[in-house]
């Protein structure tokens, strides 16, 4: 093959790019999110093929045949992540397969099976009787909450938040909101700091009776302004000065208020939220 005579050099640089395959019988996201956890370990470049609902085993013998071909035609094995529960399915997928399966499911049920003394339920990824679950009509709730109550756009209900998020603006209270909502069912509402708040030397009155609700988020001036520039170059809004003034006037306020904060700099949004709710702690929390 061309690949033995390549230097090592020049084979770890070929063989930098993959093609990685996520197969579930179910939505694919517990396979695309454990598989992207593994690969993060890994310095190479990946083109990513979904398959999510693969429930029949006419499906089955399709992917199979996208997986091999692309074996084929890039002469190399791809990555094969499935969570799928079936094992008439599962046979079809693992059988001939010409890529690297990773048996996500079946790597932790068949332990657990013996360990427990009792066979899982083999119930398939999807979401059944959605309607009838009262976590999910919560989390459906808990978006609607922190849609309603985005940017400041309402101070309504605050008392009903599990969490209210402030800090200057960019510095990521948005998505955190939607996402402690959509992965959490966390009603969290989140409130601009803004310069008028600073002259005042107060946080904004609608949150005076929820401080203890309140979490607080900052961020480095450099990266916020580079984030700013994105949404209104050249502006006032965006220079570092500004950037840097806000940022310090926040962090001062929040000291003040005696308000939990972190800097969401180098952080992703799962961190933030899981440092939120592991010193919040609120009651509704929903795994």
Known sequence: MIMANLTPTNAS????????FFVSDGTGITAETFGNSILSQFAIKSRHVRRPFIDTADKAHQVLREINHTAETEGRKPIVFITLVNPEILAIVKGD?????????NTFIEPLESELAMTSNHRIGRFPDVSKSQEYTDRIEAINFSLAHDDGQSA????????????????????TSLY????????????????EDFDRGAIPSPLAPYKKKCFGLTIDAERLSSIRNERRPGS?????????????EAEAMMRREGIAWLS????S????????????RPDRLMY
């Open 13 to 20: 640089v070929t063989m930098a790019n993959r093609t990685v």
């Open 97 to 105: 397969c010409k890529g690297l399966v990773l048996d996500m499911f």
């Open 156 to 175: 309504k209900n605050l008392a009903s938040a599990d969490v209210i998020l402030v800090g200057v603006s960019r510095s990521g209270k948005t998505p």
């Open 180 to 195: 402690l909502a959509m992965q959490h069912g966390i009603k969290a509402a989140n409130y601009p700091l803004i310069p």
């Open 236 to 248: 006032k809004y965006a220079s570092i000065e500004n950037c840097r003034k806000e940022v310090k």
């Open 264 to 267: 969401s700099t180098h952080k």
């Open 269 to 280: 949004i799962e961190e933030i939220a899981t440092t939120i709710l592991r010193d919040l």
